[in-house]
């Protein structure tokens, strides 16, 4: 006889929710404390917001007998990481006005405020809908925003893939009308009529944990498609787009001391045509839904679910859900999942500027304003702000009569670095925001990782790798927001000043990395890599990569699968 599944609290939390509503409500009117109610901090993930504190300030709040100093994180949708300069200029202001002064762009092609309190929850994403935008679905047991390519208009193809990517995101937004309610005071945005509260997609309890899916445009993997849930590789013939290879089973987060979990890479099941696309996406979802893990929260995404089902039962019931067979697999190739830095030119004589944004923080320090210049530059561009999922931004479609503007802009405020002060290897790093404001760092991320790609770029200069495109990637904790684990150099914070080295990803985003040092500290870090990279400066193949380096010289074993990433 079955035992009846002992659901985790978040289930429950659910279960009870009516949709997503909670007591949210009335935990924004408590002005007793700057906290939610216990099962609203899980809820409001749903609504795009995670609740956190300025654990910098912990220990001396705690001393003067005062609550912690809670804010929110507020993480907007923008599928495929396109908005206008008018949404570029409204989260800038909204920045100014509740946020801690900065934009954060994540490794998921959109923005994040941080630093908003209990009291400005409201007018904040009122604010996001006035720019039609919205933070619903931005966290949560839900499909999360839909990466893409990250410039439609470099052909007809790239922007019918945008348009796919959009469709995604629709098609698995939650339809329950709490959001409207909660933060539009029942207003409805967009639509034309009121929906049901009936979720026909994740039913009363949503998914088992996060989702996420991503679409790329061969040769470039710049979304990083094998880290999601689904990953949509698009297939072009003469221009045409034909429909994309379909990967399943993606997701980077583990937990240290539980070898049980691990990151693993998406498997390749078929090919679709674009017709039926969101249709195979919705499909997947549902299977999600009925057979991922609701007992255990780390065991709970999809790689664990087609890992526990096998990937062949998996794949039958996919077909049988949608009632035909997926085709074979087409041919595709990548080779890298890089941003292509600088000024391109467009068919239609308008440019597109890819700008390095450290961190993917948008902000004014001394010597470098580029928050300013990206707001005067907002206040005339008629294109796009375009999110990349390398925490970069493309100035997209910019009039010929303004390019010598918008560079004379960026010049003023020092946010025009020429490319030969980056290094390689500092163009391509990624952090996550880590402390202060992270619950689950261990360690720091954004706020250290320049100062060591400092010192390791002495290194890299020294050995004239300058230009060579080394992928660093760090993260606070190991549940791999920053994709550490596909790195060619991943380091992943363990304890405070502490970082577990990782070796052997390659540039495209198709394998993973190794665990090669633990607990290292700066100078353990440096002192590990420094030899590496001397020897693959001389014994390097012609276009061999760092990651294909360390793997053909057996530092490491190259790590094809999850349940290999800890052997």
Request: proline share 4%; hydrophobic share 40%.
């Amino acid at each position: 006889m079955s035992q009846t599944p002992q659901l985790s609290e978040v289930e429950h939390v659910k279960t009870a929710s009516r949709y997503l509503r909670g007591t949210i409500v009335e935990s924004l009117r408590n002005r007793l404390t700057g906290a939610l109610n216990h099962d609203d901090t899980h809820l409001i993930k749903f609504h795009g917001s995670y609740q956190q504190t300025d654990r910098d300030l912990d220990s001396e709040r705690k001393r003067q007998k005062l609550e912690p100093l809670f804010s929110f994180m507020i993480r907007v949708r923008v599928p495929g990481g396109v908005a206008t300069a008018a949404q570029w200029q409204r989260m800038d202001a909204l920045a100014d006005a509740y946020g801690n002064g900065t934009l954060k762009l994540t490794t998921r092609q959109t923005f994040q405020l941080h630093g908003v309190l209990k009291r400005d929850l409201r007018p904040t994403i009122q604010g996001f809908s006035d720019a039609l935008l919205d933070s619903i679905a931005g966290c949560g047991d839900v499909n999360r925003n839909v990466m893409c390519n990250v410039n439609p208009h470099e052909s007809a193809v790239h922007g019918e893939v945008q348009a796919v990517a959009a469709k995604i995101s629709a098609d698995l937004t939650p339809r329950t009308t709490a959001y409207h309610e909660i933060w539009l005071d029942g207003e409805l945005q967009n639509t034309t009529e009121a929906t049901d509260d009936a979720e026909p997609i994740y039913g009363k309890t949503y998914l088992p944990r996060k989702f996420k899916i991503a679409l790329a445009l061969p040769p470039y993997n710049d979304s990083d498609i094998f880290s999601n849930d689904i990953g949509l590789i698009a297939i072009e013939e003469n221009g045409r787009l034909l429909g994309f290879n379909v990967a399943v089973g993606g997701g980077l987060g583990m937990t240290f001391g539980l070898p049980e979990t691990y990151p693993r890479l998406a498997d390749l099941i078929g090919f679709v045509p674009t017709e039926n696309v969101v249709d195979v996406c919705e499909k997947i979802v549902t299977i999600q839904r009925d057979w991922g893990n609701r007992e255990n929260r780390k065991l709970s995404r999809l790689k664990y679910t087609v890992d526990r089902a096998g990937l062949p039962a998996f794949v039958a019931e996919l077909q049988q859900r949608l009632g035909y067979a997926l085709a074979a697999t087409r041919p595709y190739q990548f080779h890298s999942s890089s941003d292509a830095f600088g000024w391109s030119l467009a068919s239609d004589s308008t440019a597109h500027l890819v700008l390095f944004v450290e961190g993917g923080r948008v902000l004014d320090r001394p010597g470098y304003r580029l928050k300013t210049a990206l707001r005067e530059i907002s206040a005339f561009h008629t294109g796009e702000f375009r999110l990349t999922g390398n925490q970069n931004l493309i100035l997209a479609n910019i009039e010929p009569a303004h390019r010598t503007r918008v560079q004379a802009i960026l010049e003023a405020h020092g946010a025009a670095p020429k490319a030969e002060q980056l290094t390689a290897l500092r163009r391509n790093a990624l952090a996550c925001v880590a402390l202060p404001t992270c619950s689950q760092a261990f360690a720091e991320a954004e706020r250290y990782l320049p100062q060591l790609l400092d010192k390791l770029d002495a290194v890299i200069r020294a050995h004239r790798l300058a230009d060579a495109g080394i992928l660093i990637r760090m993260t606070g904790c190991p549940n791999g927001c920053a994709r550490p684990y596909l790195g060619e150099i991943g380091l992943v914070g363990k304890a405070p000043g502490r970082y577990n080295l990782y070796l052997g990803a390659n540039h495209a985003g198709e394998r993973l990395n190794k665990l090669y040092r633990e607990m290292l500290d700066e100078d353990g870090i440096l002192r590990e890599l420094a030899p590496l990279l001397a020897a693959y400066a001389t014994k390097r193949q012609t276009n061999e990569g760092f990651g294909d380096f360390v793997v053909r010289t057996d530092v490491v074993k190259a790590t094809r699968h999850g349940l290999d990433f800890h052997a």
